[in-house]
């Protein structure tokens, strides 16, 4: 049974590592971030805001459930399907799932809604693209930073023992922060004939090219999945064997 070494936070390492057993694969479930909450002062939440945005369900999973009821009766735009059922289990009533992707999800927004203000629920580190491409387009968008994400480190001596003295076959990332600390495990002697062999998938380009940054000279096989999404990264795994 190949073993794959699952990066995400929970809830969501939990059910990476449900669906990887369902397909045959051994999960090793190691989080190497974390999201915690952040204050929000609800009133600089805009009054002439139209409509809602989320890209990720850990800012509605974070968000105040204050914030949340001030929201619900606008329509939301979600990034997929699985944000879209979170938003949904929030309280909002209105959604609409768009294609899994964030520079997609603004395409989809923005033809109806220049010069209309979006409030967006993020986390405060975030990649700037969907913002970006709305403000190109002319739509508004205030961003309410819900959360946080914490980068871990965990010793040699966690992840050895998570190993068990057996090599790791594929390792999974989902964020920036994980593809950066798990760089670095390939860098530690005491863990280095453990991963040698490891295939390293990304879920998107900026996580595989902040994982070779910071991997430096070193070798390796790394992958990027064709979406930015869950799915297309278990695709590639199956792909690999």
């Not at 760089?183 to 004939?193: E, S, V």
């Amino acid at each position: 049974m190949r073993r794959v070494l699952v990066t995400r936070p929970e809830p969501g390492a939990a059910r990476t590592a449900a669906r990887l057993r369902q397909l045959g694969y051994e999960p090793l479930v190691l989080p190497l971030s974390q999201t915690t909450p952040l204050a929000v002062d609800m009133a600089t939440l805009p009054a002439d805001a139209v409509a809602v945005a989320v890209t990720s369900a850990n800012a509605l999973r974070h968000a105040p459930a204050g914030l949340i009821r001030r929201l619900a009766d606008l329509p939301c735009f979600a990034v997929g399907e699985r944000t879209a059922a979170a938003a949904r289990a929030a309280g909002f009533g209105a959604v609409k799932a768009g294609p899994g992707d964030a520079a997609a999800l603004a395409d989809v927004i923005a033809p109806e809604h220049a010069g209309k203000r979006l409030v967006y629920l993020c986390g405060r580190e975030r990649f700037a693209l969907f913002e970006d491409r709305l403000a190109a387009a002319g739509v508004p968008v205030s961003a309410v930073e819900t959360y946080d994400t914490l980068a871990a480190d965990p010793a040699d001596e966690t992840l050895l023992a998570l190993l068990g003295g057996q090599p790791v076959d594929a390792v999974l990332l989902y964020s920036v922060k994980a593809a950066e600390a798990a760089a670095g495990f390939f860098h530690r002697p005491a863990l280095a004939a453990g991963l040698a062999g490891a295939a390293v998938l990304s879920m998107s380009g900026r996580i595989d090219a902040a994982f070779k940054a910071a991997l430096g000279d070193r070798e390796g096989a790394t992958f990027i999945a064709a979406k930015p999404d869950e799915e297309a990264l278990l695709a590639l795994l199956r792909a690999k064997g």
